[in-house]
């Protein structure tokens, strides 16, 4: 008998629909699990007795270890597989959000922030090369914005869900139970199966050198984009429950059902966009013009909202907050889908961790920064300012320097 005949057959790939389901609930499991300390930072400040500058620490204490293991962990998916290391990176940040509702103290909180974000950072480069791997162009949109309704909606459910059950039980066990939660994940992504992209498939076709992807202006235009971008964006994400509560003086509940409704319009209005620009592109638009537009609209409208978040009553500023979260939205589903066109399935991993890298910047120098301005301060006008000016270097990344949205021909680029 042939040795092979006895080895199990191999599994089918699983279907596109499938992978972009799994990988989209798994974004949606980090930032339901990423912004539970944002939603418990009233109740937390008042049993702890932390200052402002102490939550600015914390709230940003998980990009320190995001951000800096992003480049890094990048190469592990390249190398390992993005199926294994976005496993791997469940079972971390899962037990990191478990063990925050046993923390007793400043020190121990920080600790499990910086373990969440390490956790976390294998969740964008994974999901990239998937897609990349998987996906035609001309459906790369509406992906991406699933993709994006996954992370948008996280948000959603971490503030409302999870503010509603600490109004009634406190915080602590919001974070056993959502850590809990993002361990049944594994079970259905246990049997997946990722294709194989066309330069796997083909020898000839050798990845590129991390110094050819370093040498792309398209590279570090979408690195100043990403880092502009998310800079409002992970500033709204961190303070908008606590501006919320402290400043426009809205009660838990109240908090609760008006940042889900912000979070839950971004969501939609992400995966909408997908869809519109999946239909455009085959339609015989240009990705170049779709993608780059969007991006401009973008940091043109958020620079108007963050003058107007803080300068309006508490009516207008929760309805510019609206719009500015319908805006994020639109703008999402591009984020990524730049890269995973330009760079392709055999760059895409580490092209994106390095453009992520700096996108989280944003996420601990926004949270700290404010927080320090308004323990001298007393308020978030300066905090807004410094968001707005932010936006605008966004415009210079994706128009001036990001080149054509297309696939790069790496056989014919510098080594």
């Known amino acids: 008998m042939n040795k092979n005949s006895r080895l199990p057959p191999a599994r089918a790939a699983t279907s596109p629909a499938t992978l972009v389901f799994l990988v989209s609930t798994a974004l949606f499991i980090t930032y339901v699990d990423r912004g539970t300390l944002a939603t418990a ?12 500058s102490q939550l600015g620490i914390l709230l940003s204490a998980f990009y320190y270890g995001y951000v800096l293991v992003m480049a890094p962990v990048s190469w592990l ?3 390992y597989g993005a199926p294994r290391m976005l496993a791997l990176g469940v079972v971390v940040w899962s037990i990191a959000t478990l063990a925050t509702g046993f923390a007793n103290g400043f020190a121990a909180i920080l600790a499990l922030r910086l373990l969440l974000g390490l956790g976390e950072s294998p969740a964008f480069p994974s999901a990239c090369k998937v897609f990349a791997n998987a996906l035609d162009i001309s459906k790369l949109g509406l992906a991406n914005g699933w993709l994006s309704f996954g992370y948008l909606l996280g948000p959603v459910v971490g503030t409302f869900v999870g503010g509603l059950m600490m109004a009634v039980y406190g915080w602590r066990p919001v974070f056993i139970v959502f850590g809990c939660v993002s361990l049944l994940w594994l079970l259905p992504w246990s049997r997946v199966v990722v294709p194989k992209s ?3 498939a083909e020898p000839s076709l050798r990845p590129p050198s991390l110094r050819q992807i370093l040498r792309q202006r398209s590279l570090w235009g979408a690195c100043l984009g990403m880092f502009s971008a998310n800079y409002s964006f992970y500033f709204i994400l961190a303070w908008l429950p606590y501006y919320l509560v402290k400043a426009r003086g809205l009660s838990i509940e109240s908090m609760a059902w008006t940042a889900s409704w912000a979070y839950l319009l971004n969501a939609v209005a992400a995966l909408w966009m997908g869809w519109l620009t999946d239909r455009r592109i085959m339609a015989g638009a240009s990705p170049t013009v779709m993608y780059k537009s969007l991006m401009a609209l973008f940091h043109i409208a958020a620079i108007i909202c963050m003058a107007g978040m803080v300068l309006l ?7 510019t907050l609206f719009v500015f979260e319908v805006i994020v939205g639109v703008a999402s589903p591009g984020l990524f889908a730049i890269p995973q066109i330009i760079a392709g399935p ?23 920064v404010t927080g320090v301005l308004v323990d001298r301060t007393g308020q978030f006008t300066l905090a807004f300012e410094i968001a707005a000016a ?11 320097m990001v080149q054509k949205v297309a696939p790069l021909r790496w056989a014919d680029s510098p080594t």
């Open 41 to 52: 930072a009233p109740l937390m400040q008042d049993e702890l007795h932390l200052s402002a």
């Open 77 to 79: 998916v390249e190398r």
């Open 198 to 200: 066309v330069a796997a």
């Open 390 to 400: 932010v936006s605008a270097f966004g415009l210079i990344g994706w128009l001036l």
């Open 346 to 368: 055999s760059a895409c991993g580490r092209w994106v961790g390095i453009q992520n890298a700096f996108g989280g910047l944003p996420g601990f120098v926004a949270p700290l």
């Open 313 to 319: 009553p508490t009516s207008g500023s929760i309805a």
